[in-house]
């Protein structure tokens, strides 16, 4: 059980990787004369896995939408109490989020970090679901998903994918509905933890100065060997065409935003790959970045501001849109300009200075997210859980080629099937 070491010469990083007998995969990025150690320990169950089949079972179990959001909070309650309290009297700062495609369990500490981290471990794979606790948990998080309903930030991003996605659950609020949540049951939990949080479908990150050697014999103490299950996830077909070309909803607020989103056809399951990736970040830094023509025309027709305006490759298991978004004081008037610019420059190509120039950017910010414990560990996470290498990713950008960029260019940001979100103000 030796694990192996991970080196990129390129950035002069490394980390140590051990598939764990137990199926874990366990990462461990060892970063020397660091003050903050990080820790996060996550699961492929997010979100869009509302559907799903054992390899021992016939039928598709179908749970409530947000039931994945539900196991996040409960699985911090055990029968010796809350596992915030175990971490406070370490010292460390603890926290879960529950994404589309994943949960995750973390903490950063300066000291204490060897009690905390077997904090972590045990409370993750100790569940505890009554009849009592988990009603009472309804309410709690009946008022979280109130509270989102009322924040344009959320509305606008759920409400563009309503109007990209007909079939795909990634268009559903993570955390459901309280309709939706008032269906679970603690056998609904149960089902989805074991499905789902069994060690064969578990990645653990761990980011500071750590000694490996010794990471690896806490785990080995509190790891529980439970027999592996092979998971089935059900993903609808989805068609490229979109369901509606613009939403608005009105909020109590100053200025309105827009998210506009170009939608890319993808096959059930398919996941985008270091490669696709790469050069589709390269791509959104031509067009998009604050040198650009496209945003230097937008920024001096005052439709945006330099602190909202943010591209983004939204992208997962079956689904993938490029997506800008930011204040405008004429949402539909920055929306016509991007589409516009869209098309023009999948016609006309894209010069190779403005390549390079974006390449390079693009490689900086990744250098530079080594240099944060918590950015290594999260995307670590992600890459690992995706099925993806971190260290292939930042290898893509540094070996992309301008003919292959050029060639890739069609793929994306297609007009046809783009699709207008806007939140504005109820007086205007």
């Known amino acids: 059980m030796t694990p192996k070491i991970i080196e990129n010469n390129l950035i002069k990083e490394k980390y140590f990787y051990m598939s764990h007998p137990s199926g874990l995969d366990i990462y461990i ?20 896995n509302n559907k799903f089949k054992l390899d021992n079972e016939e039928s598709y179990t179908i749970v409530p939408d947000g ?23 370490t010292g460390a700062s603890a926290n879960a989020y529950t994404s589309f495609e994943k949960t995750a369990y973390l903490f950063s500490c300066t000291e204490n970090f060897e009690s905390s981290l077997e904090i972590l471990l045990n409370f993750v794979q100790s569940p505890y679901f009554t009849e009592e606790n988990v009603k009472k948990e309804q309410g709690i998080i009946g008022q979280e998903i109130k509270m989102y ?31 939706s949540i ?8 149960y089902k989805c933890y074991d499905a789902f949080y069994n060690l064969n479908n578990m990645v653990l990150c761990i980011v500071g100065d750590v000694e490996p050697d010794k990471i690896f014999s806490i785990v080995n103490k509190n790891l529980k060997n439970r027999p592996a299950l092979k998971v089935e996830k059900y993903y609808p077909d989805e068609p490229v065409e979109v369901v509606r070309d613009t939403v608005t909803e009105k ?16 096959d059930s399951g398919e996941i985008r790959t270091c490669k696709e990736l790469a050069y589709t970040d390269i791509i959104l830094k031509c067009i998009a970045s604050k040198t650009s023509e496209m945003y230097q025309d937008l920024l001096n027709q005052g439709l945006i501001n330099t602190s909202s305006f943010a591209t983004e490759y939204f992208e997962g298991p079956g689904y993938a849109s490029i997506i800008f978004s930011g204040e405008s004081p004429n949402p539909k008037k920055t929306a016509e300009i991007i ?21 390079k950017a693009i490689y900086g910010q990744n250098l530079s997210a080594f240099n944060s414990v918590s950015d290594i560990a999260n995307l670590s996470l992600a890459f690992a859980l995706s099925g993806r ?27 046809k099937y783009s699709a207008l979100s806007i939140v504005e103000p109820k007086n205007d």
């Open 29 to 48: 990025h060892p970063k020397k004369n660091f003050k903050s150690n990080y820790a996060i320990f996550g699961t492929k169950f997010g979100s869009i």
């Open 67 to 89: 039931i994945a959001h539900y196991l996040e909070h409960k699985l911090f309650e055990s029968k010796e109490g809350d596992a915030f309290s175990l971490f406070a009297k």
């Open 149 to 179: 309903e009322d924040s344009p930030d959320w509305k606008i991003l759920i409400n563009l994918l309503g109007a990209l996605y007909k079939n795909h659950p990634v268009k559903i609020d993570i955390a459901g509905s309280v309709e």
């Open 182 to 189: 008032a269906k679970i049951t603690p056998e609904t939990l």
């Open 251 to 266: 909020f109590d607020i100053q200025t309105s935003s827009f998210c506009l989103g170009f939608k890319e056809k993808m």
């Open 339 to 359: 589409r516009n610019y869209a098309d023009k420059i999948k016609k006309s190509g894209i010069d190779k200075e403005t390549f390079e120039r974006s390449k």
């Open 389 to 415: 290498e971190i260290f292939e990713y930042i290898n893509e950008i540094e070996n992309a080629n301008f003919d292959e960029i050029s060639k890739e260019l069609p793929k994306h940001l297609d007009s």
